[in-house]
């Protein structure tokens, strides 16, 4: 039997990650935690008012992650971050090592539209440009997969399982 993983659900806004993170927890039999719990105050505030975020801003906020993923290591658990960057999730992976990424996908018309019907949420339209410039995919030697989000939360998330499941188990 795999030992649980850390999985952590990233991409742009509005690809689901609120979405996707929980119902992909609750398959996998795991806890779920929010990235955006993460955020320190001041970062919410600059996001609310279209401003986005730079590295400095980003660093306590991947190390909670991290720390959150590393308490998981061996228990399993899913959260979200967006993780644009592969330094951010060379971050994360410094801290908890063993971690596995789903990389949400879509084409920007859908996730545009997604966001703008979406309530509740600090991240405004308007900055979704400057994620999609940040974007860093993920490269061959990150453990993750890409899933795309167009389809119902189900299908995304029946797409998501079927991914990890066919990762290879890491060597003990």
């Known amino acids: 039997m795999r ?8 991409g742009v806004a509005g690809t689901g990650k609120t979405t996707i993170g929980p119902l992909l927890a609750a398959r ?3 806890p779920y935690a929010e990235g955006d719990d993460f955020h320190p ?6 996001m609310s008012a279209g401003i986005p975020l730079e590295d400095a801003d980003r660093w306590p906020w991947l190390e909670a992650i991290g720390h959150w993923a ?8 899913v959260v979200s971050s967006s993780a644009l960057k592969r330094s951010y999730r060379d971050r994360l992976r410094s801290v ?6 789903v990389h949400l996908t879509g084409d920007r018309k859908l996730i545009e539209d997604r966001m703008t019907h979406r309530q509740g949420h600090f991240m ?3 900055l979704l440009d400057s994620q999609f410039a940040t974007l860093q995919p ?3 030697d990150e453990r993750g997969v890409a899933v795309d989000v167009s389809g119902g939360p189900q299908e995304i998330t029946d797409r998501a399982v079927k991914a990890l499941d066919a990762l290879p188990d890491i060597p003990a």
Do not use: W, Y
Not at 3 to 10: A, D, E, I, S
Not at 41 to 46: G, M, P, R, T
Not at 96 to 101: D, L, Q
């Open 96 to 101: 908890a090592p063993g971690i596995v990424f």
């Open 28 to 30: 996998l039999g795991v």
């Open 124 to 126: 405004p339209t308007a």
């Open 138 to 140: 993920l490269e061959p």
């Open 3 to 10: 030992t649980p993983q850390v999985v952590v659900v990233m």
């Open 70 to 77: 590393h308490q998981r290591a061996g228990l399993g658990g």
């Open 41 to 46: 105050q001041a970062n919410i505030d600059k």
